[in-house]
C-alpha cells in the first residue's frame, strides 16, 4: 500500500471492499478517514490486518461468485443456462441493449 | 412640422476653442452612488452574437472552434496552495507609517482618553501571538505597515477587566462573546491575548475549534474511561506546541510542583514547565497525560508533599483561555464509534476539558489563580444548533432579568430536535439570576467616534485619500451597517480603487 495514499482509499482497493465497509472498518479501530497509511500507529496495522485476513476478500471472493455460478449452471436452473448463453439472467428484454450481459454473464466469468 | 431651429443661425453661432484643461479640477462625486466611475467605451466592438436575423451569407448555426491544446504547467506542490491561503501577512511597506501611533501597553489598554484610536501591537510580541494564531488570513492586516486594533469601548472594558483580575487573586471571569458577522470577535480575542501577554499571563488558545470535531486529526480511546471518551493526542500535542512557544519566557520560570503519577519515569526533578509541555509535543503519544499534568501544574495554588525539591514553589499567573467558534463543539463530531455510531463533540476529551471550565462550580474553582475565559461564537462559519441558540437566548433573557416563569423568557420549541447535553451545559447559568462572573457580551458596531478613529488610521496610512469629515464618517458608518468594524474596512479599503 501507498504510503501517501488515505487508508480509506487503500482498503477500497481491496475486491470486496466498498465505501460502506471501509467506513466501518476505519470506525472500528479508531482512525480518521483522512489519515495517511504511513501515519498509523503499528497496533492499528497489526488489528486491520487481523480483520482482513478474517474477511472474504479478493480470491476468494472471486471464487465464491465463481462458484455461485457454476452450481447454479451445474443444477440446470434458469439463471446457470442464462449464464451459459450468455444472456440477461433477471429477466430483461433482449430485444436491444444486452451488450453487458453479453460481455459479462459467463460461467467462468472475469471479475 | 417645421423645426423651431433655424439651421442657418446655428451654424452663425461662434464656435468656442474647445480647452482640455491639462489638470482635473476638483472631483464632484455625490457622496453616495452605484454608478461604475468610467462608463463604458461605446466604441468598443459588441460581441458577435447568433441573435437576430441570418445575415447575407452567413449561417445560424453555432460554429465549433477547434480548441487550442492548453499548455499545462505542473500543479504547485502538495500543501503549498494551503499555505498560501493560509499565509498571514502583518506588514506592507506601501503603506504609510502612522504618525503618532501609540503601542498597546498596560498604560494604553486603561486610557479612556484613547478610545477609538488605533493602537498597534507591540513589536516583540507579534512573534507570541503568531504562535497562538491570534491572526486570521481575511483579516485585513495586509494592508497597513504593522498591525493595530481599535481601542473600542468593549476593549477598555477589557482592559479595566484583565487589571482587576490581576489586584484581586483568584478572580474568573467568564465570557462568550457573540456579534454579527464582521463584528471584531476574533480580533476581540486577540487583544485580550495581547493583553495577556502584557501581564505575563497564561495565554492558552483553541484558534480552530473545528479542526477538533471533522475528523481530519488522529483519535483514540482514553483508557479506562466510562462511558467511552476519546483523546486526539495530535491535536493536544499541536495545542502544546502553541502553548510552549508563545508563554516560553512565563513558563520557563516556573516549575514542577506536584506529583504526576502517570509520568513519573519521565519526569525530571527541577523540570521547567516548558520542558513539560515540549514532553508532550515530542511525543504526541503522551500528549495527553502531559497536558492534563501542564493543567494541574498551572493551576496549583501550592506544592504537593515534597515534589517541588530543589527549586521553592512560585505562584502561578492567572490564564486566559480563548476559543474561536464555539457552535462546532455543540454537536455531533465527524468521527465514528468503534460500533459506527456518530461521537458527540463532548465526549472529546479536549473538547469537554475547555466546556467544563465554562460550568460554574461551587466546590472547585474553575481556575484558582484567576484568569478569563473568552468563548467567541462565529457568524461566518456557524453550524445552525437549535439547542445552542436558544440556550444562549435564555442565558441573554436571564441577564436582561427576565424571569425564567415570565412568558417572555424564551421557550424550547416542542417540535425541535433537542441536544439535551448541549442544553444541560448551560442550563445552569440560564436559570440562574445572578450575573457578573458568567456574561454573554455580544459585540456591535463601533461608535461614530470610534469609527472616526478607524477611517483616520487608514487616511493616515495612505489608504484613504480623502479628508476625514462628519459627512464622510456618518456616511461610512451607515454604509457599514452602524459601524460594524469588518464592513467599515472593506469599505475604507475600497475608495482607494474608486477615488
Same mark, same amino acid.
Given at each position: 500500500?501507498?504510503?501517501?495514499?488515505?487508508?480509506?482509499?487503500?482498503?477500497?482497493?481491496?475486491?470486496?471492499?466498498?465505501?460502506?465497509?471501509?467506513?466501518?472498518?476505519?470506525?472500528?479501530?479508531?482512525?480518521?478517514?483522512?489519515? %495517511?497509511?504511513?501515519?498509523?500507529?503499528? %497496533?492499528?496495522?497489526?488489528?486491520?490486518?487481523?480483520?482482513?485476513?478474517?474477511?472474504?476478500?479478493?480470491?476468494?471472493? =472471486?471464487?465464491?461468485?465463481?462458484?455461485?455460478?457454476?452450481?447454479? =449452471?451445474?443444477?440446470?436452473?434458469?439463471?446457470?443456462? =442464462?449464464?451459459?448463453?450468455?444472456?440477461?439472467?433477471?429477466?430483461?428484454?433482449?430485444?436491444?441493449?444486452?451488450?453487458?450481459?453479453?460481455?459479462?454473464?459467463?460461467?467462468?466469468?472475469?471479475? | 412640422?417645421?423645426?423651431?431651429?433655424?439651421?442657418?443661425?446655428?451654424?452663425?453661432?461662434?464656435?468656442?476653442?474647445?480647452?482640455?484643461?491639462?489638470?482635473?479640477?476638483?472631483?464632484?462625486?455625490?457622496?453616495?452612488?452605484?454608478?461604475?466611475?468610467?462608463?463604458?467605451?461605446?466604441?468598443?466592438?459588441?460581441?458577435?452574437?447568433?441573435?437576430?436575423?441570418?445575415?447575407?451569407?452567413?449561417?445560424?448555426?453555432?460554429?465549433?472552434?477547434?480548441?487550442?491544446?492548453?499548455?499545462?504547467?505542473?500543479?504547485?506542490?502538495?500543501?503549498?496552495?494551503?499555505?498560501?491561503? %493560509?499565509?498571514?501577512?502583518?506588514?506592507?511597506?506601501?503603506?504609510?507609517?502612522?504618525?503618532?501611533?501609540?503601542?498597546?501597553?498596560?498604560?494604553? *489598554?486603561?486610557?479612556?482618553?484613547?478610545?477609538?484610536?488605533?493602537?498597534?501591537?507591540?513589536?516583540?510580541?507579534?512573534?507570541?501571538?503568531?504562535?497562538?494564531?491570534?491572526?486570521?488570513?481575511?483579516?485585513?492586516?495586509?494592508?497597513?505597515?504593522?498591525?493595530?486594533?481599535?481601542?473600542?469601548?468593549?476593549?477598555?472594558? *477589557?482592559?479595566?477587566?484583565?487589571?482587576?483580575?490581576?489586584?484581586?487573586?483568584?478572580?474568573?471571569?467568564?465570557?462568550?462573546?457573540?456579534?454579527?458577522?464582521?463584528?471584531?470577535?476574533?480580533?476581540?480575542?486577540?487583544?485580550?491575548?495581547?493583553?495577556?501577554?502584557?501581564?505575563?499571563?497564561?495565554?492558552?488558545?483553541?484558534?480552530?475549534?473545528?479542526?477538533?470535531?471533522?475528523?481530519?486529526?488522529?483519535?483514540?480511546?482514553?483508557?479506562?474511561?466510562?462511558?467511552?471518551?476519546?483523546?486526539?493526542?495530535?491535536?493536544?500535542?499541536?495545542?502544546?506546541?502553541?502553548?510552549?512557544?508563545?508563554?516560553?519566557?512565563?513558563?520557563?520560570?516556573?516549575?514542577?510542583?506536584?506529583?504526576?503519577?502517570?509520568?513519573?519515569?519521565?519526569?525530571?526533578?527541577? *523540570?521547567?514547565?516548558?520542558?513539560?509541555?515540549?514532553?508532550?509535543?515530542?511525543?504526541?503519544?503522551?500528549?495527553?497525560?502531559?497536558?492534563?499534568?501542564?493543567?494541574?501544574?498551572?493551576?496549583?495554588?501550592?506544592?504537593?508533599?515534597?515534589?517541588?525539591?530543589?527549586?521553592?514553589?512560585?505562584?502561578?499567573?492567572?490564564?486566559?483561555?480563548?476559543?474561536?467558534?464555539?457552535?462546532?463543539?455543540?454537536?455531533?463530531?465527524?468521527?465514528?464509534?468503534?460500533?459506527?455510531?456518530?461521537?458527540?463533540?463532548?465526549?472529546?476529551?479536549?473538547?469537554?476539558?475547555?466546556?467544563?471550565?465554562?460550568?460554574?462550580?461551587?466546590?472547585?474553582?474553575?481556575?484558582?489563580?484567576?484568569?478569563?475565559?473568552?468563548?467567541?461564537?462565529?457568524?461566518?462559519?456557524?453550524?445552525?444548533?437549535?439547542?445552542?441558540?436558544?440556550?444562549?437566548?435564555?442565558?441573554?433573557?436571564?441577564?436582561?432579568?427576565?424571569?425564567?416563569?415570565?412568558?417572555?423568557?424564551?421557550?424550547?420549541?416542542?417540535?425541535?430536535?433537542?441536544?439535551?447535553?448541549?442544553?444541560?451545559?448551560?442550563?445552569?447559568?440560564?436559570?440562574?439570576?445572578?450575573?457578573?462572573?458568567?456574561?454573554?457580551?455580544?459585540?456591535?458596531?463601533?461608535?461614530?467616534?470610534?469609527? =472616526?478613529?478607524?477611517?483616520?488610521?487608514?487616511?493616515?496610512?495612505?489608504?484613504?485619500?480623502?479628508?476625514?469629515?462628519?459627512?464622510?464618517?456618518?456616511?461610512?458608518?451607515?454604509?457599514?451597517?452602524?459601524?460594524?468594524?469588518?464592513?467599515?474596512?472593506?469599505?475604507?479599503?475600497?475608495?482607494?480603487?474608486?477615488?
Amino acid at each position: 500500500m501507498e504510503t501517501l495514499k488515505t487508508q480509506q482509499k487503500s482498503l477500497e482497493s481491496f475486491f470486496g471492499i466498498g465505501q460502506h465497509t471501509s467506513a466501518r472498518l476505519l470506525g472500528r479501530f479508531h482512525i480518521h478517514p483522512t489519515a %495517511k497509511v504511513g501515519d498509523l500507529a503499528n %497496533k492499528q496495522v497489526l488489528d486491520l490486518t487481523a480483520a482482513l485476513s478474517g474477511m472474504k476478500i479478493e480470491n476468494d471472493l =472471486r471464487r465464491q461468485v465463481l462458484d455461485d455460478i457454476k452450481r447454479l =449452471r451445474d443444477t440446470g436452473t434458469y439463471r446457470g443456462r =442464462r449464464h451459459a448463453v450468455g444472456l440477461p439472467v433477471r429477466g430483461q428484454n433482449t430485444r436491444s441493449q444486452i451488450k453487458t450481459a453479453v460481455k459479462l454473464n459467463r460461467v467462468d466469468r472475469r471479475l | 412640422m417645421a423645426s423651431h431651429f433655424c439651421y442657418g443661425c446655428l451654424l452663425r453661432l461662434r464656435q468656442m476653442p474647445r480647452v482640455y484643461s491639462m489638470l482635473p479640477g476638483p472631483l464632484v462625486t455625490a457622496p453616495f452612488h452605484t454608478t461604475p466611475p468610467r462608463p463604458a467605451n461605446p466604441m468598443a466592438r459588441k460581441s458577435r452574437s447568433l441573435e437576430g436575423p441570418p445575415k447575407y451569407r452567413e449561417s445560424k448555426s453555432a460554429r465549433m472552434r477547434k480548441r487550442k491544446p492548453v499548455e499545462r504547467s505542473r500543479p504547485p506542490a502538495v500543501g503549498e496552495r494551503k499555505a498560501l491561503r %493560509k499565509r498571514i501577512v502583518l506588514s506592507n511597506t506601501n503603506a504609510l507609517e502612522v504618525p503618532g501611533m501609540q503601542d498597546l501597553s498596560e498604560e494604553t *489598554m486603561l486610557d479612556s482618553r484613547l478610545r477609538g484610536s488605533v493602537v498597534g501591537l507591540p513589536l516583540p510580541m507579534l512573534n507570541q501571538l503568531l504562535a497562538v494564531q491570534a491572526f486570521k488570513p481575511t483579516q485585513g492586516w495586509s494592508i497597513f505597515r504593522r498591525p493595530g486594533t481599535v481601542l473600542r469601548r468593549e476593549t477598555l472594558e *477589557m482592559g479595566r477587566l484583565v487589571n482587576r483580575i490581576g489586584e484581586e487573586k483568584g478572580k474568573v471571569f467568564k465570557k462568550i462573546i457573540t456579534g454579527v458577522r464582521g463584528s471584531g470577535k476574533s480580533v476581540y480575542l486577540l487583544q485580550a491575548m495581547a493583553m495577556g501577554f502584557l501581564k505575563n499571563w497564561i495565554v492558552v488558545t483553541v484558534p480552530e475549534p473545528q479542526d477538533l470535531v471533522i475528523a481530519h486529526t488522529a483519535y483514540g480511546t482514553l483508557p479506562g474511561s466510562n462511558p467511552v471518551q476519546y483523546v486526539q493526542n495530535a491535536a493536544t500535542a499541536a495545542l502544546l506546541s502553541r502553548t510552549a512557544i508563545a508563554n516560553k519566557e512565563v513558563l520557563s520560570g516556573l516549575h514542577i510542583s506536584q506529583n504526576h503519577e502517570g509520568l513519573k519515569s519521565l519526569l525530571q526533578p527541577n *523540570m521547567t514547565l516548558e520542558d513539560l509541555a515540549r514532553l508532550g509535543v515530542q511525543t504526541p503519544s503522551i500528549a495527553w497525560p502531559v497536558f492534563q499534568a501542564l493543567w494541574a501544574e498551572l493551576a496549583a495554588t501550592e506544592a504537593a508533599g515534597n515534589a517541588d525539591i530543589g527549586k521553592p514553589f512560585k505562584p502561578r499567573p492567572p490564564m486566559l483561555v480563548t476559543v474561536d467558534g464555539l457552535s462546532h463543539w455543540m454537536t455531533n463530531s465527524r468521527y465514528r464509534s468503534a460500533e459506527y455510531e456518530p461521537i458527540h463533540a463532548h465526549d472529546l476529551v479536549f473538547v469537554n476539558h475547555f466546556l467544563s471550565l465554562l460550568q460554574p462550580t461551587t466546590s472547585k474553582p474553575t481556575l484558582p489563580n484567576g484568569g478569563l475565559l473568552l468563548y467567541a461564537t462565529s457568524a461566518s462559519n456557524n453550524p445552525t444548533i437549535y439547542s445552542f441558540d436558544i440556550a444562549l437566548k435564555q442565558i441573554i433573557a436571564s441577564q436582561n432579568g427576565i424571569d425564567p416563569s415570565s412568558p417572555d423568557f424564551p421557550r424550547l420549541d416542542p417540535y425541535a430536535k433537542i441536544d439535551e447535553r448541549v442544553l444541560n451545559l448551560f442550563n445552569n447559568h440560564a436559570r440562574s439570576t445572578e450575573t457578573g462572573e458568567f456574561e454573554v457580551r455580544s459585540l456591535g458596531g463601533l461608535t461614530t467616534d470610534e469609527a =472616526r478613529g478607524l477611517l483616520e488610521h487608514f487616511a493616515c496610512s495612505g489608504l484613504l485619500r480623502e479628508k476625514v469629515t462628519e459627512e464622510l464618517v456618518g456616511e461610512k458608518w451607515s454604509l457599514a451597517g452602524g459601524g460594524i468594524i469588518g464592513e467599515m474596512e472593506r469599505i475604507a479599503r475600497r475608495l482607494r480603487a474608486i477615488v
